[in-house]
């Protein structure tokens, strides 16, 4: 009997899944200042009425197909995903060496990245199917160093994500202004994030009393979310696959808090 | 149309999840050499046939009520949960003084310690409603470290998780043993595991490639998730609401991964 209401369930849950999704994706411009940003919308155009919203800020090659996955992904999952054009329309970097040139752009113009981000944000949360007061924003690499920024900015969000992220901020002070919670998916032997960056953020979280997870996680390196990397750790970057699949997990989780 | 489904579903659910649950808990009498222990055993006996189950480590209290209510918990989550009893039957301090003292044999003396938790394993396994593929021990502050030392004596143990546990060990080689999943949820502001301690563990953890997760709950000392610490920081131990529920649905999510 147990049995049988068990696959009735089933049934009813693939009948509900199947039924409805229709993913959209649009490529959205916006402003901030003058500068003109082309950003990637993902949801789901068969739910009706505002939802939760996740904007996804890229690795240091700006948006690509990575970022358009992951924001897909999201709205499958029943999120708004914006993902943020940090660099500018038509800024795509088509190599290392021109990725770190444009990364290093904002590393080194901290109030240029809180303002290219902070103006993503703002074009999200004015969407009339995103419901502003939950909000989240995740990031990947200089994504995860960028939506840390966007915390200590004191930005109106209900959760920053960092997978893989670097740590580091000019502005430690600045973490007293968060408001969000903070989750950061960390590559326990991440050899782009040295020991004393690593140290320093979590002293900084912790003298701010920030509301904060930090998790690390084995055997992984820097860019361990994105099959691109490749799977050789001793480049320093590469993809772990159980690493992947758990941070993923652990963002569901702190989604569920920080949504409900 | 939809909405009649999910209401149907969530019936179905509440049946299902109301009809059926009969937790049976008793005290088991096992053996250690010649010693004699006695453990705390929980399952529903409503459910039929071998499940996954769990072993339980106490704080340095030894078994009691907060030990207890976790296997209640587990119980309920399907699982044949177990309380070791390290100390011996009727072993119980009364005490800081006296767990103190009692804990400090264990610490002092790993191989006796090892035996101890080993022989409560043992017992779980070879429970007719066990079944012994699938196994994990958790442990709260001395049962933390407890869980980290039968990894670390190479158990067949599919994954273990310490609470608060402390992380040094008189044998960080043996971490070459380990053939369990580690997950360890720490606090952030934990006086009572030094950084050097916490350092030296994920160096051990690293150098034997374990596979691990190590996760920093912000603002929380000792003993974060049991309530019995009280609400001050300012002592070392404290119980801390949020990550004790973030703790716990860790967990979950590891437990999810490891009996697949």
Same mark, same amino acid.
């Given at each position: 009997?147990?049995?049988?209401?068990?696959?009735?369930?089933?049934?009813?849950?693939?009948?509900?899944?199947?039924?409805?999704?229709?993913? @959209?994706?649009?490529?959205?411009? +916006?402003?901030? %200042?003058? #500068? &003109?940003?082309?950003?990637?919308?993902?949801?789901? *155009?068969?739910?009706?009425?505002?939802?939760?919203?996740?904007?996804?800020?890229?690795?240091?090659?700006?948006?690509?197909?990575?970022?358009?996955?992951?924001?897909?992904?999201?709205?499958?999952?029943?999120?708004?995903?914006?993902?943020?054009?940090?660099?500018?329309?038509?800024?795509?970097?088509?190599?290392?060496?021109?990725?770190?040139?444009?990364?290093?752009?904002?590393?080194?113009?901290?109030?240029?990245?809180?303002?290219?981000?902070?103006?993503?944000?703002?074009?999200?949360?004015?969407?009339?199917?995103?419901?502003?007061? @939950?909000?989240?924003?995740?990031? +990947?690499?200089? %994504?995860? #160093? &960028?939506?840390?920024?966007?915390?200590?900015?004191? *930005?109106?969000?209900?959760?920053?994500?960092?997978?893989?992220?670097?740590?580091?901020?000019?502005?430690?002070?600045?973490?007293?202004?968060?408001?969000?919670?903070?989750?950061?998916?960390?590559?326990?032997?991440?050899?782009?994030?040295?020991?004393?960056?690593?140290?320093?953020?979590?002293?900084?979280?912790?003298?701010?009393?920030?509301?904060?997870?930090?998790?690390?996680?084995?055997?992984?390196?820097?860019?361990?979310?994105?099959?691109?990397?490749?799977?050789?750790?001793?480049?320093?970057?590469?993809?772990?696959?159980?690493?992947?699949?758990?941070?993923?997990?652990?963002?569901?989780?702190?989604?569920?808090?920080?949504?409900?």
């Amino acid at each position: 009997m147990k049995k049988h209401y068990f696959l009735l369930i089933l049934f009813l849950m693939a009948h509900l899944s199947t039924q409805a999704q229709q993913i @959209k994706t649009q490529l959205v411009e +916006y402003k901030e %200042g003058t #500068t &003109t940003l082309e950003g990637f919308m993902a949801y789901d *155009a068969s739910k009706k009425g505002k939802r939760p919203a996740v904007l996804v800020v890229h690795e240091w090659t700006g948006i690509n197909d990575y970022t358009k996955k992951r924001c897909e992904q999201l709205a499958q999952m029943g999120y708004v995903a914006f993902a943020a054009d940090i660099y500018g329309k038509g800024i795509r970097p088509q190599s290392s060496q021109q990725a770190g040139a444009e990364a290093g752009k904002y590393k080194n113009n901290v109030p240029l990245l809180r303002s290219r981000v902070a103006a993503a944000l703002a074009q999200l949360k004015k969407q009339p199917n995103v419901d502003a007061s @939950k909000v989240a924003a995740i990031g +990947y690499c200089f %994504g995860g #160093t &960028t939506v840390l920024e966007l915390a200590r900015s004191g *930005a109106d969000v209900a959760g920053v994500v960092s997978f893989h992220g670097g740590l580091g901020t000019p502005n430690p002070a600045d973490a007293a202004n968060i408001k969000a919670k903070v989750l950061v998916a960390h590559g326990a032997v991440d050899p782009f994030v040295p020991k004393a960056e690593l140290d320093g953020f979590l002293k900084e979280m912790n003298d701010a009393n920030v509301d904060y997870q930090f998790i690390a996680y084995s055997n992984a390196v820097h860019s361990f979310t994105n099959p691109e990397a490749g799977n050789d750790n001793s480049k320093g970057a590469a993809y772990n696959a159980a690493a992947d699949r758990r941070s993923w997990e652990a963002m569901k989780q702190f989604f569920a808090e920080i949504f409900k």
